[in-house]
Every structure is written in C-alpha cells, then in structure tokens.
Nanobody, 119 residues
C-alpha cells in the first residue's frame, strides 16, 4: 500500500503565501512524476503543477509565476510554494504521484488539503 499525506493548507488573505507538502510512504520502488491538482466547489479537478523525475516542471497558466513546485526525492516529498494567492485559488488541493512498486506502476492520490483565500 501507498499513502500520500498532504499538509499545509489553511486560510490566507489575498496576496498571501502558503506552502503545501505531500509525503509518500509505503510500498515504493521508485516515484516517477509527482504533482498537485485542485478542485474548487462546483468545478472539475484541474492540474496545478507537475514535476517528473527528470526535474522539469509544468504549470497551469493560471498559476505560472506565482506557484513553484519542488521535490525532495530522498524524502519522497513534493512541495507547492504558493505566492500572491487570489480568491480564485480557493480549492481542495490534491497530491498525485506516479509510483512503481510490487503491484506495478500506478497513480496514487492524497485525500486533499483545503486552501481558502479570503479577507
């Protein structure tokens, strides 16, 4: 089994910053891509940022220049530094990881962490 546990969500004022963390544990041979997705009320889940094992990055246009994704491979952890937050960034943020283990190559999801941007 694999667990992805997110942390760092909360309430922040517009223009503020938050850093999300997601740690993967359990049956892991290797982690390929890791990333962040979000789902706002009444909307579909959307990609925020991804980072494959190569170290390249991919961002949604709506967060480019404001959010930064990074990884600590030794800790099986991915981070999302969020700056200049806007009310429209309010959503549940989910961690995703493409993991190779005894069961093959699968995508795993965390349970999500709520980010609320409001004054």
């Amino acid at each position: 089994q694999v667990q992805l546990v997110e942390s760092g969500g909360g309430l922040v004022q517009p223009g503020g910053s938050l850093t999300l963390s997601c740690a993967a544990s359990g049956s892991i041979f290797s982690i390929n891509a890791m990333g962040w997705y979000r789902q706002a009320p009444g909307k579909e889940r959307e990609l925020v940022a991804t980072m494959p094992s190569s170290g390249s990055t991919n961002y949604a246009d709506s967060v480019k220049g404001r959010f930064t994704i990074s990884r600590d491979n030794a800790k099986n952890t991915v981070y999302l530094q969020m700056n200049s937050l806007k009310p429209e960034d309010t959503a549940v943020y989910y961690c995703n990881a493409d993991i190779s283990n005894l069961f093959g190559n699968q995508a795993y999801w965390g349970k999500g962490t709520l980010v609320t941007v409001s004054s």
